[in-house]
C-alpha cells in the first residue's frame, strides 16, 4: 500500500510537520500576534522609561485657514485714506469749475418735481450716517476676524472713492438745488487751497460740522457709498438670525439715502449711480472670497477686473468663508503672560504596572 505521503502528488514542502512546528512555507497567527504584542510592549516599556510625555510641537499659525495678518490691514486702512484724501483734493479742484447758479440753473429732476426740500433732512442723513458707522465699529470691534473684515471694508471703501475722484472730474454738473451756498472760488491760490483740503479733512466732509461749503462733488453720492456700504458689511458679518438688528439698520440706511433726495442736496442720478456701484462692487468681491473654486478657475470672469492681483494678495490664505464668531476683543492674561507649554500637545503613555 502507498504512502500517504505519495498520493494525489501532493507536494512534501506543503505536508504540516508532526512536532508541532509550523513548516516555511506557512504561518502561525498565533506566534504572529504574540511577536507583535511584545513589541508593543517594548515600545511602551522604553517610553516608560525615558520619558512619559511626548511633546510635539505646534508652529504658530500652522494651518490656520484664516490668518489675522494685520499688516495687510494697515495696507488697505493706507489705501483707504489716501483716495479719501485724493477726493477731497478733486472736491477743491472740481469746485473751481462749477458753473455759477445765476448762469447754470440746476438740472431737471423728476424727484425734484413731485417733493419739495426740506431744509432739516440732509441732518437726517449724517446723523444716521454717524450712527451707522459707529455700530459697525462696535460690531467690528468685537468680531474674531476683524482683521480680514476691517481690510475688505478698507478696500472696498477706497476703490469706490478712487472711482468718485474720476467721475467728479469728468463730468462737472451745476448745482442741484438754488439754495446751496458755495465758497467763493480761489482762482489759482494754492494756499488758500490747501487749507479748504485741511478744512474739509477736519471736518469729516460733513455738513453739520461746517466743514464743508464746496459745490461740484456730485456724481456720485458719497453719502450714500456709506450708508449702503456700512450696511451691507453690518449685515454680511452678523448672525442671521439677528433679522431685527438687520431691519433696523436697513431703515436707519434707506431713510438716510432717501433724505439725501428730499433736502435736494444730490440729484437722483447720484444716488442711484452710488448705489449701483456699491452694492455691485461688494456682491463681486464677497463672491470671489467666499467661493474658493473661483479664485483659480480659468473661466471665471471677475478675474478680469484691474483690482484682481489686489484681492489675491489680500485674500490669498483665506482658505473659507469667515464665520460669524464674536469674542472679547482684550483678552486677559495677555498672551506674553500666558504658560509656554500650551503651545504643545501632550500624548500621554500607558504605563505597567
Known amino acids: 500500500m502507498a504512502s500517504s505521503d505519495h498520493q494525489g502528488n501532493k507536494d512534501p514542502t506543503k505536508t504540516p510537520r508532526t512536532d ?11 506566534h504572529n500576534h504574540a511577536a507583535e504584542e511584545a513589541k508593543r510592549n517594548g515600545l511602551r516599556k522604553a517610553l516608560v522609561r525615558h520619558r512619559d510625555y511626548v511633546k510635539i510641537s505646534v508652529p504658530e499659525g500652522k494651518g490656520n485657514r484664516l490668518p489675522s495678518e494685520w499688516w495687510k490691514t494697515f495696507i488697505a486702512l493706507f489705501y483707504a485714506v489716501l483716495n479719501l484724501v485724493l477726493t477731497t483734493v478733486m472736491i477743491t479742484v472740481v469746485h473751481e469749475r462749477v458753473p455759477p447758479k445765476e448762469s447754470s440753473p440746476p438740472l431737471p429732476d423728476k424727484f425734484f418735481d413731485y417733493i419739495d426740500r426740506v431744509k432739516w433732512a440732509f441732518t437726517v442723513t449724517e446723523v444716521n450716517g454717524m450712527v451707522l458707522v459707529s455700530i459697525w465699529c462696535i460690531q467690528l470691534l468685537f468680531h474674531r476676524y476683524k482683521a480680514i473684515i476691517a481690510r475688505r471694508y478698507f478696500f472696498i471703501l477706497g476703490t469706490l472713492y478712487m472711482y468718485r475722484c474720476i467721475t467728479m472730474y469728468v463730468t462737472t454738473l451745476p448745482v442741484p438745488g438754488m439754495h446751496m451756498v458755495c465758497a467763493p472760488k480761489l482762482h489759482g491760490d494754492s494756499q488758500a487751497k490747501l487749507q479748504r483740503v485741511l478744512q474739509l479733512l477736519s471736518g469729516g466732509g460733513l455738513s453739520i460740522t461746517g466743514s464743508h461749503l ?29 433679522w431685527w438688528y438687520h431691519l433696523l439698520c436697513w431703515l436707519t440706511a434707506a431713510v438716510g439715502v432717501v433724505c439725501i433726495l428730499v433736502a435736494h442736496e444730490h440729484y437722483s442720478v447720484d444716488v442711484v449711480v452710488a448705489y449701483f456701484i456699491t452694492t455691485r462692487l461688494f456682491y463681486w468681491y464677497h463672491t470671489m472670497a467666499n467661493l474658493q473654486t473661483l479664485k483659480c478657475s480659468p473661466n471665471n470672469y471677475l478675474t478680469h477686473t484691474w483690482w484682481n492681483p489686489v484681492f489675491n494678495f489680500f485674500e490669498r490664505n483665506i482658505q473659507t468663508h469667515v464665520p460669524c464668531s464674536f469674542c472679547w476683543p482684550i483678552t486677559w492674561p495677555p498672551a506674553c503672560l500666558k504658560n509656554p507649554c500650551k503651545k504643545y500637545s501632550m500624548v500621554q503613555s500607558g504605563r505597567e504596572e
Open 214 to 242: 464746496l459745490c461740484g462733488d456730485f456724481l456720485y453720492s458719497g453719502h450714500t457709498v456709506i450708508l449702503t456700504l456700512t450696511y451691507l458689511f453690518l449685515k454680511e458679518y452678523s448672525p442671521r438670525s439677528f
Open 20 to 30: 508541532g512546528t509550523p513548516s516555511p512555507g506557512t504561518s502561525c497567527p498565533v
